[in-house]
């Protein structure tokens, strides 16, 4: 996308350029309608390489976005990968593998979170990579709509498991430094899509395999990409 903004720019510049030289190819002193177009054109060329190269920019320094396509809709998320690092970096591993392609979400709770990213469809998990440093912070809020690290008791346990809260779940920042007060590494936001966590949030649920709130039809992540 980069490269073909830089052949706009470059085209526009050559044609800048070749009105320039063709309003300046006349012996009069006084400004003439071809120069005045000239100048015209200089100034909308300059106009136009600023804007994009300043798109090129923001979107080399923007977080990274990804599409999860599930079996009941889209949903799309900015990774906050300014804020969560390591979290960010861990999740596109997966991520560009595909090892979250036709995994679940096996846990869902409403008025709580919907969790995945560890077991397929046959209740098969994943074997995922070593676990990574907890990222919480408590400026990084377990906020409605917001992506966070699962993990066990053990602070530094998380690996590929991810939820999406479904409210604003104050009970889960991170509040000291101890393993009850650490909280959960919130690493992203859904930016669109919400409707579809919601409506995954109503299915029917029940137990299987000594797990409890898992959806009686398997909820797929058909697969997860970078936008």
Known sequence: MIAKRY????????????????????????PTEPEA????????????????????????????VVVMETSMGSIEIELWADRAPLSVENFLRY?????????????VIPGFMIQGGGYDSNFTEMSGYPPITNEADP???????????????????ATSQFFINLVDND??????????QFGYAVFGEVIS???????????ETG???QHQNV?????????VSRR
């Open 7 to 30: 052949k706009h720019i470059f085209m526009a510049l050559l044609l800048g350029g070749s009105l320039i030289l063709g309003a300046c190819s006349g012996d009069s002193e006084a």
């Open 37 to 64: 177009m000239a100048e015209q054109a200089v100034e909308a060329v300059t106009e136009a390489a600023s804007d994009a190269v300043e798109t090129i920019s923001d979107e080399m320094q923007g977080n990274p």
């Open 95 to 107: 991520v560009d593998n595909d090892l979250y392609d036709n995994l679940t979400f096996h846990r």
């Open 139 to 157: 400026s990084l809020q377990n906020d409605r709509g917001t992506l966070a690290m699962a993990r066990t008791n053990v602070v530094d346990s």
């Open 171 to 180: 009970f889960l920042n991170q509040t000291g430094t101890t393993p009850q």
């Open 193 to 203: 899509g919400m409707e579809v966590v919601d409506q995954i949030a109503t299915v």
């Open 207 to 209: 137990n299987r395999n």
């Open 215 to 223: 959806p009686v039809e398997p909820v797929i992540i058909e697969s």
